[in-house]
């Protein structure tokens, strides 16, 4: 059990600042618990009367957590300050906005709880110590994603415009109260008759496209590029974070690595117990881009690999060319097929003072950028449950 408190998964972002004295936009370390990035950013916009967009971040830290990351603010005041489950205090100024490219990494401070006896993780600390895990995206990056309806990227990819706004406003995701659950599932029933769902919709952004639809039914480029570009490069990502995933699934089976399953959102993370050395040191070494039209792929096995994944669906890379999204495109990076933690080590193991009778353990560890502390528990309590 992990996150029964906010201070249980503790991530502070390491960041290399071109800090400038002179810089127009502000540095801050924003403290947060109890929000996700996303939602305190536009809650921030509001409180500052700034356009979301002159607040920039690195990376979504998820809101069940106690973390510390940097943001900039195009703005000359001191926003430095206390708010409700935040603080943001000031780190000095910049030439350029914070972004992804950044970040060096996340340290992690995690409780592992309710577990019966810590002697069994021994072997399994070992091997992560030494050879790492498989860098899957972990459910995290798939929140937006409903089995039912499929990617909203997947349809924009096959020009399927009116399926890319279904997919968008009645996905039914985790998180979501029962009411609104309920709602989404009433659009979809009613969807193309933009009335009924005009009358459904809850947000200005609803409104918008189903009144353009309303009004222009032949009109549904229009009614997409209503959609914020931050929540289609979203959609992007996680359309990309799955043909990675289906990649390095294919990567693992074509080489005979035995390997268990633990389910996903978008499919099965695959993790071996134990590997060959040789199979160990190329997987640690291979890095498979992200889908694009331009891709650069340092080994040949993946990249036929990634090409069936395509077919399988329909797609080539040159579908990626979105000109009908023009402002959003989708960008290729490498990212390491393999991990491993850098200065892995165990703070503490004893007694749980939530769960009398039972023990915990507090591990330490950096990661690079992008990589999920969730996938390593993932793997961690695997091992448990190993023969």
Known sequence: MIKARPEDFIVEERADLPLSAAGRFAVYRLHKRG?????????????????????????????????AQFITIEDAADRSGTGKDYRLEAAGRMDRPMGPDLIRAND????????????????????????????????????????????????????????ALQVFFTSVTPGLSGRERVRRR??????????????????????????????RPEDVGEALHRIPEEETAMQFAVFQAHLWNETLRRILRARNIAAAEVPGREGPYLFWREIPEADLSALRALHLPTAAAKMEFPDREAEILFHAVLA????????????????????????????VPVDFRVLERGSDELHPGRKKIVLRFAL????????LVKYLALSRSSP
């Open 35 to 67: 929000w996700n990035t996303s939602d305190l950013v536009r809650h921030l916009a509001r409180l500052f009367c700034l356009p979301p967009d002159r607040i920039a971040y690195g990376g979504k830290k998820d809101k069940h957590g106690q973390t």
């Open 108 to 163: 992690f401070s995690i409780t592992i709880r309710d577990l019966s006896d810590l002697r069994v993780l021994e072997p399994a600390l070992d091997r992560i110590r030494a050879g790492g895990f498989p860098n899957w995206f972990d459910d995290q990056r798939f929140r937006s994603y409903d089995s039912d309806r499929g990617f909203f990227a997947e349809k924009i990819l096959r020009r399927h415009w009116n399926g």
């Open 186 to 215: 009433e659009l979809f029933r009613v969807w193309r008759d933009w009335k009924a769902c005009r009358a459904i919709a809850t947000n200005a952004l609803e409104r918008a496209v189903f009144d353009v639809l309303r009004t």
């Open 312 to 339: 399988e669906k329909s797609l080539t890379r040159a579908d990626f060319r979105t000109r009908e999204l023009r402002r959003v495109r989708f960008q290729s990076f490498l990212r390491p097929a393999a991990v």
């Open 368 to 375: 690079p950028r992008g990589s999920y502390a969730t996938i």
